[in-house]
């Protein structure tokens, strides 16, 4: 059963029209994810998804300690969003930036979006997300290879948090551009 309404278009193809609106290719070259950040990635994905549970149930702990994401969650199957979550954030580290993945991370930004969840409180999550990686990788590996690492998950991060946040972007453009004509 549908829950929007009858004129009101779904999360999923609200994401579809917005995804078919990015090229990834200027994205990646922005944000510098290039071979070598691949590389770097791929040679340490057991060592990023290794504790991915367990970051997982630290993030959503973390987040429960925001009133407002305390009553948003209330109604949501926590362990269905963990493991979501981490399969998520496992296909981000193998590097498949391709127009599925792009779909999955407008989709991320409507449902936040509609939901009313804050572009701060997204990225206070992920920078959660990100200090719990360091504390882990940095751990296991030499320093030169955790800079590495560091600087590809920076990378891959950035860019899938701009994604994200252009469905925050394209809806407000869509706002403003309506209200303008409101107006005249």
């Not at 981490?86 to 599925?100: E, V």
């Not at 999550?125 to 690492?149: C, H, I, M, W």
């Amino acid at each position: 059963m549908s829950m929007h309404k009858p004129n009101e278009r779904s999360a999923l193809e609200e994401a579809d029209e917005i995804a078919a609106t990015i090229d990834i290719e200027p994205l990646l070259a922005r944000f510098q994810v290039d071979g070598l950040t691949k590389a770097n990635l791929a040679k340490f994905v057991p060592i990023l998804t290794k504790d991915i549970d367990k970051y997982a149930t630290r993030f959503y702990e973390f987040i429960r300690y925001f009133p407002e994401l305390r009553a948003i969650l209330a109604d949501h199957d926590i362990a269905k969003l963990r493991l979501a979550q981490t399969s998520y954030w496992a296909r981000l580290f193998k590097c498949q930036f391709d127009l599925a993945y792009v779909r999955s991370s407008v989709l991320i930004g409507v449902v936040h979006r509609r939901i009313g969840l804050p572009p701060s409180l997204y990225l206070a999550g992920y920078s959660f997300f990100q200090n719990e990686l360091y504390r882990t990788v940095g751990t296991a590996l030499k320093p030169l290879d955790f800079v590495a690492l560091s600087i590809s998950i920076n990378k891959v991060i950035a860019l899938d948090v701009a994604i994200a946040l252009h469905a925050f972007h394209d809806r407000q453009r869509t706002k403003d551009f309506h209200s303008t004509f409101t107006l005249i």
